[in-house]
C-alpha cells in the first residue's frame, strides 16, 4: 500500500474539534428540549435524542476520516499500463552545505559522494544526468546532457563554496532538481539526493509530494551516520557554536527514508559497503525491469472507494436525521 | 483540458433531488420540533433576525454544493496535457563564440557584434526543438559554458552571463573548437555540428584551427564558421570583467575570411559572412536548414489527476455547513 500526500492525514486531527462540538451540541439540545417543556421533557424523548445525536455525529466523524483517507491518495496492487519509454533521465541533487564536510563517513561525506556519482557515470549506458547543489538554496550547475565528461570535472570543484546561502534546504534542493527534467521526454526519469538530511530550512516534503506528482522518485542516499562527527574546517579546527563547543553533526535518516518511500524510490546509506551496487541495481529496476514490451505496472489510486464511503457515512449521517423515530422525533 | 475518467459517477447526482426533498421540503421528516409560535388563528409573526437566515442559507448551500463537488470528484476530474515526444535524436549543436575585446565593435547595430552574435544565437535556439545545444566561449583560454542539452533555458541563462575579455584578450580559435570536439565526441548524435562565431584572427591558444578541424573531420563533426563585423575603422567600447575600468577607442580589423573557409572546407561545413545583424539571421537561418534531420514524433497525452482539489473543496464545504448549524446556528439535531 501506498500513500501519496500522507501530509493530508493530519487533517485527521481535526477529528477531535469536531468531537468536540458534538458534544457541546447534545448538552446544549439537550438544555434547550427541557426548556421547551411539555412532551419534549418526556425520557422517551430524550433517548431518541440521544441515540439520533450519537449515530448522526459518528456517521459524520466516519464521513470525515474518509473524505481525509481518498485525499491522501492510497493505492495498492499494480495493472499493466502501456509505457514505451526508453532511457533515462537523472538529476543529482548534491547538498554541499558544511556539514557534508563530516568525517564520520571516511573520507568525508562529499568525497564519498563525488565516488559514488563518478560510479554511476561509469554504469548506466545511454542515461543522461544533470546536477543541482544545494545549500540554503538549489542552484542548477549542469543541466541534463549525454556529456559526462562535464559532471566528471564537476566534481572536483564541488565544495561549500559553491554557495553562498548559509543552511541546508531541502525542499529547495529538490524544487530546483524537479525544475531540470524536461516536461516532454520519451525516457524514465529519477532523481538522485545526496545529503545528510539535517535540514534548517525548507519542507522537504512539500518537495516530495511534488516530485511524486511529477512521477519522479527520489533516490536517496544518507551522507552520515546517527552517532555523527564534528565538521573540520580547512583550518584544521571544527565548527563551533556560539560558546565555543563543538558542534556535532548527526545524519537525519529518518526524513531521507521518507523522501524515499514517498516518491517511490530507495534510500541507500553512505556507510554501507554495498551502497554503490544497491542503488545502481536500484536504478536499473526503475529504469528497466519495470517496463517490459512497453507495458508498466502502474500503482492503482483507491481514492475512489474511500471516497464513495465518506458519501455513504455522510447520507447515513443526514438519514438518521430525517427519519422520524418512535412517532416522536 | 478537463476530463471526467468515470462520468458514470456522474449519475449520482440523480439523487440529489430526493435527499434535498427528504431534508427540506418532506413534512413527515424527523428531527424537528413543532410548537406553536402565534396565536390562535392570528396572523403570527416572523422574526427578522437576518443575520441567522443568512448563516442557516450558507450552511445550507455550503452543504449541498460540497456533496456535489463531492460526486464530482468520485467521477475522476482530471486534466489532460498533449506533449510531442521525440522518438529519434536530434543534432548536436555546440555554439562557439569568440568573447575577446574586438566582439566589442559598434559595427553592427544596435549594440556591438558580440550583442548582436548573443542575440541571433538565442532566436536560432528558440527555434530548435530536439537539438541538444552547447555553448563553449574563448578568449585566450576556452571553457565549456553548458554542455549540449536540451535545457534551452540553461543556455540562454549562460548567453546572458558572458561578457567580452573574460577569458583573455586574446583570439584561440583552435582551443575553442577543440574544447567544442571534445564535448561532443562521446555524444550519441549521428549529426553533430558546431556553429563558430568569431570576428578575429587566430593569435592564442595551442592548437591551430586547422588541426581543430581536421580532428572535427575525423570525430564526424561540421563546423558552420561565421565571420562576424567590417574591417572598416568603427568605435569600440568594452569594460574588462576583471577590473571594471572601460576601454573605448576605434577599431579597424576583420576575421581571417581565408582561415575560416579552410576550417569549414576541412570539416565538411560552410563559411559565412555576417556584415550585419541581418546577414547574421539570415546565415542562422541557413543553418537552420543545412542541418536538419528527419524528427519522427508521438504525442503523449499526460493525465493529471484533480481529484485531491475537489475532495478539499467539498469536504470543506460540508464541514463549513457543520460548523455554522452546530455552532453558530446552535441545531438541536
Known amino acids: ?329 | 483540458m478537463w476530463i471526467l475518467e468515470n462520468p458514470s459517477a456522474l449519475l449520482l447526482f440523480l439523487l440529489l433531488p430526493i435527499a434535498i426533498y427528504l431534508r427540506h421540503f418532506w413534512k413527515g421528516r424527523g428531527g424537528k420540533l413543532i410548537f406553536p409560535f402565534h396565536v390562535w388563528h392570528g396572523s403570527g409573526f416572523l422574526p427578522l433576525h437576518r443575520g441567522l437566515s443568512f448563516a442557516n442559507g450558507t450552511a445550507v448551500l455550503s452543504f449541498w454544493i460540497g456533496v456535489s463537488i463531492l460526486i464530482a470528484a468520485v467521477a475522476g476530474p482530471a486534466t489532460v496535457q498533449r506533449e510531442r515526444i521525440y522518438l529519434n535524436r536530434g543534432i548536436d549543436i555546440m555554439i562557439v563564440l569568440d568573447e575577446s575585446p574586438s566582439m566589442a565593435t559598434q559595427d553592427i547595430t544596435p549594440g556591438n557584434r558580440f550583442e548582436a552574435a548573443k542575440e541571433m544565437v538565442k532566436s536560432f535556439i528558440a527555434n530548435r526543438e530536439n537539438d541538444p545545444v552547447g555553448l563553449v566561449g574563448f578568449g585566450s583560454q576556452a571553457v565549456l559554458r553548458v554542455p549540449p542539452t536540451l535545457d534551452y533555458r540553461a543556455v540562454d541563462s549562460a548567453l546572458d552571463s558572458m561578457r567580452v575579455m573574460e577569458l583573455g584578450d586574446g583570439t584561440a580559435i583552435g582551443l575553442g573548437l577543440s574544447v567544442a570536439i571534445l564535448h561532443l565526441d562521446a555524444a550519441t548524435a549521428t549529426q553533430k555540428i558546431i556553429v563558430l562565431l568569431t570576428d578575429g584572427e587566430n593569435n592564442d591558444g595551442e592548437i591551430l584551427p586547422v588541426t581543430a578541424a581536421q580532428i572535427a573531420r575525423e570525430k564526424g563533426i561540421k563546423i558552420f564558421a561565421i565571420g562576424i563585423g567590417r574591417s572598416d575603422p568603427a568605435p569600440l567600447e568594452y569594460t574588462d570583467p576583471n577590473t571594471g575600468k572601460t576601454y573605448r577607442g576605434i577599431y579597424s580589423g576583420g576575421f581571417d575570411e581565408a582561415g575560416l573557409r579552410q576550417i569549414a572546407e576541412i570539416s565538411n561545413g560552410t563559411f559565412f559572412y555576417a556584415g550585419s545583424k541581418g546577414t547574421l539571421a539570415s546565415v542562422f537561418r541557413n543553418i537552420d536548414s543545412l542541418a536538419t534531420v528527419e524528427r519522427r514524433v508521438r504525442i503523449q497525452v499526460r493525465t493529471h489527476e484533480q481529484y485531491q482539489l475537489f475532495i478539499l473543496l467539498g469536504a470543506g464545504l460540508v464541514l463549513l455547513d457543520f460548523l455554522l448549524r452546530k455552532w453558530a446556528l446552535r441545531e438541536v439535531l
Open chain 1, 1 to 329: 500500500m501506498k500513500i501519496a500526500s500522507p501530509g493530508a492525514l493530519w487533517f485527521l486531527l481535526l477529528l477531535f474539534p469536531i468531537v468536540l462540538i458534538l458534544i457541546r451540541s447534545y448538552g446544549f439540545g439537550r438544555h434547550d428540549l427541557r426548556v421547551l417543556g411539555g412532551r419534549w421533557q418526556r425520557e422517551e424523548l430524550g433517548n431518541v435524542y440521544l441515540v439520533k445525536s450519537f449515530f448522526s455525529g459518528l456517521f459524520f466523524c466516519l464521513f470525515f476520516t474518509f473524505a481525509v483517507l481518498s485525499l491522501a491518495g492510497i493505492s495498492w496492487g499494480q495493472t499493466p499500463a502501456e509505457d514505451d519509454r526508453a532511457g533515462l533521465d537523472i538529476v543529482i541533487a548534491i547538498d554541499v552545505s558544511r556539514s557534508m564536510l563530516a568525517e564520520d563517513v571516511k573520507p568525508s561525506r562529499l568525497d564519498r559522494s563525488r565516488d559514488i556519482i563518478r560510479g554511476l557515470l561509469r554504469e548506466l549506458p545511454g542515461t543522461r544526468y544533470g546536477i543541482a547543489v544545494f545549500k540554503g538554496s538549489g542552484a542548477a550547475v549542469i543541466p541534463i546532457t549525454e556529456d559526462r565528461l562535464s559532471i566528471e570535472s564537476l566534481m572536483d570543484y564541488l565544495s561549500p563554496a559553491m554557495l553562498t546561502a548559509p543552511g541546508t534546504n531541502i525542499e529547495s534542493g529538490i524544487d530546483t532538481a524537479l525544475s531540470m527534467f524536461p516536461s516532454a521526454t520519451g525516457r524514465f526519469r529519477a532523481m538522485i539526493l545526496f545529503s545528510d538530511g539535517e535540514a534548517q530550512d525548507g519542507n522537504p516534503y512539500a518537495a516530495a509530494d511534488r516530485a511524486t506528482k511529477d512521477g519522479i522518485p527520489i533516490f536517496t542516499v544518507v551522507a552520515g551516520t546517527t552517532q555523527g562527527s564534528t565538521v573540520p574546517l580547512p583550518d584544521g579546527q571544527v565548527v563551533r557554536d556560539g560558546s565555543g563547543r563543538p558542534i556535532e553533526s548527526r545524519a537525519n535518516i529518518g526524513v531521507l527514508d521518507d523522501i524515499s518511500q514517498v516518491t517511490g524510490g530507495v534510500s541507500v546509506q553512505l556507510t554501507d559497503p554495498g551502497v554503490f551496487s544497491e542503488l545502481l541495481s536500484a536504478l536499473q529496476r526503475h529504469a528497466g525491469s519495470r517496463s517490459t514490451g512497453g507495458f508498466t505496472l502502474a500503482d492503482v489510486p483507491r481514492y475512489r472507494i474511500f471516497l464513495g464511503l465518506a458519501l455513504m457515512f455522510l447520507v447515513f449521517s443526514l438519514g438518521i436525521r430525517v427519519v422520524k423515530w418512535k412517532n416522536t422525533f
